[in-house]
């Protein structure tokens, strides 16, 4: 597995009225490809600024992100809009799907913003997007609307949305937030299929220890700073919990 | 179907029913009111081209005094009571450039006498060198004009054969015109020079009535027409050099005026929907800087999964664009359903104010319909952009803070 992602001196720096925050402290990450690696930390620990930045949706403040050794952030709003949207395929915690769509839109929703993607024909997309749905076990509800679907259910829709351009890179931040234990678990295991099966890069931000259980890169955020390959994640958090 | 950003703007506006038909009302009624009005000018200025060009002259020549009034009555139909003696005709055909002069009289009608119409405009002309009258008969008896025949407009009462009495000289309508939409020729009535004096003869002796003026060697004026490639200016030059007593003005200068009168009557309308329009761009951009407001979430994940800044601007003014124009399709459907139920009455009230009206050519009609659109597309355009402007400025990164 070659490096893939990588951050050098990544800081984000928040002006808040006459405060300044540091979100990011100088991080300096490797993912390899293939890898399924799980920020996990406390609130405001820079976990999403961080999943953010290499996702191209914050500007650090300094340092770099290189995906496949190019910087994003030297990118135009154009590339960088092209680049979100072929290379990564994003999921957010909860109604991120769009109420006005069916499921089948919402999952090919990506594709309007996706040249390349549009020249396929609206057959072959919907074929795909179904394809997609029955993979994840969503094929009879392919023309619901989101207010029919189960949390889990939304969860899934995502899932397939952020797969349709078969990006690269799939990024997710508390995909399992309010989800119960039961469905959260449902959930964990699509992601180590993909993982396994389509071979992406999972990067997950997420609270639950469950995510563990799954994951091959633990990274524990604290303060801003990152602390990748620790002994026992579950006992490194737990101190920042005590500490706080 | 699958979705296109035209198609997610189209699903967005049915998210919020109440906004959607907020905005398709307002518009509605100032598309259907401008819809409706521009209509009505343009069936008026329609009028009066169409009557002015049958004119056949390029120039109207009359005593200076009566200009005012002579554009009143082709506006309006209302008769001038200036004239000139009718030596200036033949000093006109001999100018250079000149093709055809042909003399009129035109009289006020009696009011009172039997068979009489108050508002007619009588006017005599001289068949000899006619070339403005009988060329636009649509209806007549036979091809051959009487000393006593009457030629009526439109609008007239009376049917071909008929006997009409004016200043006491009667006359057999002999031939009726087509319908133009201008007072001057739809309640006129026509007939020798020769009749206009004998009536103005008749006028003096009779003591019922109120006398004319004396008309022998007179005429009100003359219509010129001029040869190919002859300049208006110099003939009108000309004649104004040797006759400073007349007055000579294009047809066109007629038209221009007729349509500054016009635009005068309906100013408080133009006004109104002018402000009507300003005051729905600001509603328009209210309710869309409401709805970027609370749809900040969805721009933001729509911009997350790869949606420029461009497309995400296009999103919120395609939605505006289709409200707006549904509302000029159903603002014009109203206004042009409301002008087509009360044409009779509106038709009725502008010949109480003496304004003529028929409705303009259907092509016309075509491109005032797409004015109206394109109006109100600039009025979805102009409401959003600001709105627009704000949701591509949305960081997708704060959305996914708040834990979307």
């Not at chain 1, 392919?142 to 259910?153: I, M």
């Not at chain 1, 994951?215 to 390959?229: R, S, Y």
């Amino acid at each position: 597995m070659s490096e893939f992602i990588e951050t050098k001196g990544l800081k984000k720096v928040y002006q808040v009225g006459d405060q300044r925050v540091e979100a990011l402290k100088g991080v300096d990450l490797e993912i390899t490809q293939g890898d399924f690696a799980v920020f996990m930390g406390h609130s405001g620990s820079g976990k999403t600024t961080l999943v953010s930045a290499i996702g191209g949706l914050t500007r650090p403040t300094e340092g770099t992100v290189l995906i496949e050794g190019n910087d994003i952030w030297k990118l135009n709003d154009r590339q960088l809009s092209n680049f979100r949207n072929r290379k990564i395929g994003f999921m957010f915690q909860s109604f991120s799907l769009l109420p006005t769509l069916n499921v089948l839109n919402n999952v090919v929703m990506p594709t309007i913003f996706s040249n390349s993607s549009r020249k396929k024909n609206a057959d072959e997309l919907k074929t795909k997007a179904i394809s997609l749905l029955a993979d994840l076990e969503m094929q009879r509800k392919v023309y619901s609307f989101p207010s029919e679907l189960s949390g889990g259910e939304q969860r899934r829709v995502a899932i397939a949305r952020a797969l349709i351009n078969d990006p690269e890179i799939i990024l997710a931040d508390e995909p399992t937030g309010e989800l119960d234990i039961r469905t959260e678990r449902e959930v964990i295991d699509i992601f180590s299929h993909i993982n396994e099966t389509y071979k992406k890069t999972l990067i997950v931000v997420s609270h639950s220890l469950t995510w563990l259980e799954k994951a091959k890169t633990i990274i524990v955020m604290k303060d801003g700073l990152m602390f990748k390959d620790v002994e026992d994640p579950v006992e490194a958090i737990m101190e920042g919990v005590c500490k706080q | 179907m699958i979705i296109s950003l035209f198609r997610l703007a189209y699903q967005n506006l049915q998210m919020k029913h109440l906004r959607f038909y907020i905005i398709l009302i307002s518009v509605s009624i100032v598309i259907g009111a401008l819809f409706a009005s521009s209509l009505l000018i343009l069936g008026i200025q329609h009028s009066l081209d169409k009557g002015l060009s049958k004119l056949g002259a390029d120039l109207l020549v009359i005593p200076k005094d009566s200009l005012v009034n002579m554009k009143s009555a082709l506006l309006t139909g209302e008769p001038s009571a200036f004239y000139t003696d009718s030596a200036v005709l033949d000093k006109i055909r001999a100018l250079k450039g000149v093709k055809k002069v042909s003399g009129q009289i035109f009289l006020t009608s009696a009011t009172g006498e039997c068979c009489v119409l108050g508002n007619s405009f009588l006017i005599g002309f001289d068949p000899s060198d006619d070339f403005t009258v009988m060329p636009w008969v649509d209806k007549k008896i036979n091809n051959s004009f009487p000393a006593d025949g009457a030629i009526i407009g439109s609008m007239t009462p009376w049917e071909l054969g008929d006997i009409v009495r004016f200043y006491g000289v009667p006359l057999t309508v002999w031939g009726k015109l087509e319908r133009t939409g201008i007072g001057l020729y739809d309640n006129a009535v026509f007939f020798n020079i020769q009749k206009a004096r004998e009536m103005s003869d008749h006028s003096q002796s009779d003591k019922s009535i109120k006398p004319l003026a004396n008309l022998n060697g007179k005429i009100s004026g003359a219509l010129v027409q001029l040869d190919v490639g002859a300049k208006i200016p110099f003939i009108t030059f000309s004649i104004l050099k040797e006759n400073p007593e007349l007055k000579a003005i294009t047809t066109g200068n007629i038209a221009t005026s007729a349509r500054q009168t016009t635009v005068a009557v309906f100013s408080g309308i133009i006004a109104l929907i002018v402000i009507l329009v300003l005051s729905n761009i600001l509603m328009i951009n209210g309710i869309y800087s409401a709805v970027v407001n609370e749809r900040k979430r969805e721009l933001g994940i729509i911009r997350a999964i790869g949606a420029t800044r461009p497309a995400i601007f296009k999103l919120i003014i395609y939605e505006a664009l289709l409200t707006s124009v549904m509302s000029g399709f159903v603002g014009m459907l109203i206004g042009g359903s409301l002008l087509k139920i009360f044409q009779r009455s509106i038709v009725f009230y502008l010949r109480l104010l003496n304004i003529p009206f028929m409705l303009p050519p259907g092509e016309i009609i075509g491109l005032l319909a797409g004015g109206a659109i394109l109006v109100a597309l600039l009025m979805g355009i102009s409401g959003s952009a600001y709105p627009a402007f704000v949701a591509v400025r949305i960081d997708p990164h704060e959305t996914m803070k708040q834990g979307l």
